[in-house]
């Protein structure tokens, strides 16, 4: 068996430059003190080589020259050795390894170097995947390679590099996305403290594009429900509150369009379920706005989860049923008016904190419907139907008394943060692979799961690679590299 590298040696070039830069340094300290930031910036510029020395000599180790090989139960035969470039945190290394290929034409050569150190995207070192990604979860290509990578004076990937890269990680997310999902939740703790549990879902357009590019344009016979390629990417967060009413923690996800928010549905459902088996007495809120099509999610998730200990509390987002009103108000008293602005203010406070709230909204529009006509007429009935139909959903007061939140702002707040923040600037248009890949990286990171979620991803880069020791021994006996026990090759 072969390993192929050479020794790093402690005096090598780099070190040597390293310590003359130090001594001609300390000589500027013999005029006046010398500017600190300069010195940062040079002694990383001097020590950067030096790191990538280290990582080529460490990243050769995982390289074979030996055969035949066999990696998941296919035998591979060495094919030829040839020369790449791989991203590390510290910055481009280049250095010669062996390829080998199945029997058979046109097969597939793979790298056992790049399998056993667990290359990601083909050119990827692990801490550098790590840190791109989490940079492409907050910035786009553009911004990651002309300013973040820049500053921080390690790597320099190329913008092609940063789009593939979240692309890549989030076909091994989705191809086990939900064991990965459980696993994660199995290895949280809850907290002690928490004694409710509240579901919201929502939803955010994005402008898509058809797989060649274009902007995705409505299917013959069917209307646009909005802007032309726009369509809706759903959230949902589950939030655990405690006996105060204050937020403990929050899980968000995000998913790129799909009819009827399917898996969305079944990750909140998932959620939900694994917290009730370990705290059962959790008490459950649906909170929504007034989207029917949201309250039938929530409807389903609830009932998925199975029997409550207590029945389970449906919740408008108070500031939706405020805008509602205040349509109301502008409807009857002119829009915007002092008359308008002090009605509603005192309007939301009877429904806040009055049990009859509500009915004295409804008298409200009412009486002004049947007292308008034309415009007024209809908004008032738009806005009286809305508040018929949500009646049941809006006893603020009691909801209060109990501690129970009555505002979806997390839910809005995760609108803005997982989508509209980073996926609705100016220009951008999506297809569902690359936006599902952004959503999932900021997903995570929002939830708190990066690290954890980072450790399910790299491990499934990496794969084991055994060899034949005798080309004389059965089939069978097969045994793992390990490159502390590896003669090296020369």
């Not at 006996?243 to 899980?251: A, F, I, K, P, S």
């Not at 029917?292 to 389903?300: G, K, Q």
């Not at 200990?309 to 939706?320: A, G």
């Not at 109301?328 to 309007?347: I, V, Y």
Request: hydrophobic share 35%.
């Amino acid at each position: 068996m072969e390993l192929c590298h050479t020794n790093f040696e402690m005096r090598s070039p780099a070190i040597e430059k390293l310590g003359q830069f130090i001594q001609e340094w300390r000589t500027h300290w013999e005029k006046s003190a010398p500017d600190y930031e300069r010195f940062e910036h040079e002694l990383h510029e001097q020590i950067n080589p030096i790191e990538c020395e280290m990582l080529t000599e460490e990243l050769a180790r995982y390289d074979v020259a030996v055969e035949p090989i066999e990696v998941d139960g296919v035998t591979y035969r060495q094919a030829l050795t040839a020369s790449e470039t791989y991203l590390t945190a510290a910055g481009n290394v280049s250095l010669k390894r062996h390829l080998y290929r199945p029997t058979g034409r046109g097969s597939r050569s793979i790298c056992p170097l790049e399998l056993r150190a667990g290359i990601i995207g083909g050119d990827w070192t692990p801490r550098a995947a790590r840190q791109a990604a989490f940079g492409m979860a907050h910035l786009t290509a553009a911004e990651d390679s002309t300013a973040q990578f820049v500053e921080l004076e390690g790597m320099r990937p190329s913008r092609a590099s940063l789009d593939r890269l979240p692309k890549a990680l989030s076909a091994h997310w989705e191809e086990h996305r939900q064991a990965w999902e459980n696993a994660l939740r199995a290895n949280e703790n809850l907290p002690e403290q928490a004694q409710v549990i509240a579901l919201s879902v929502d939803g955010v357009t994005v402008r898509m594009q058809n797989e060649g590019g274009s902007i995705q344009r409505d299917q013959p016979g069917k209307h646009s429900s909005g802007p032309l390629g726009q369509r809706e990417a759903g959230c949902a967060t589950v939030v655990w509150y405690d006996t105060e009413g204050e937020r403990l923690h929050t899980v968000r996800y995000g998913r790129m369009p799909e009819h009827g928010k399917v898996i969305l549905r079944q990750q909140i459902a998932a959620e939900a379920s694994q917290t009730l088996a370990k705290q059962p007495n959790l008490r459950r809120v649906l909170l929504a706005d007034g989207a029917e099509p949201n309250w039938s999610i929530l409807a389903e998730v609830d009932q998925a989860c199975g029997p409550a200990s207590q029945p389970s509390v449906p919740i408008v987002d108070f500031y939706h049923a405020c805008d509602h009103l205040k349509e109301g108000c502008d409807a009857a008293w002119g829009e915007s008016t002092p008359r308008s602005k002090a009605e509603f203010e005192r309007l939301k406070i009877l429904l806040k904190e009055d049990v009859q709230g509500v009915d004295r909204i409804m008298h409200m529009l009412k009486y002004h419907r049947g007292r308008t006509k034309g415009n007024p007429r209809k908004r008032l009935e738009t806005q009286l139907t809305y508040f018929r139909n949500q009646q049941h959903r809006m006893h603020y007061p009691a909801y209060l008394l109990d501690n129970l939140p009555i505002a979806s702002g997390v839910m809005e707040a995760s609108c803005k943060t997982l989508v509209t923040q980073r996926m609705k600037q100016s220009g951008m248009t999506w297809t569902k692979p690359g936006g599902q890949a952004i959503l999932t990286l900021r997903s995570l990171i929002q939830s708190d799961r990066w690290q954890s979620a980072w450790e399910l991803l790299r491990s499934d880069f990496t794969r084991t690679v055994t060899v034949h020791p005798l080309e004389s021994t059965a089939r069978s006996s097969f045994v793992q590299l390990d490159p502390s026990n590896l003669p090296l090759a020369g």
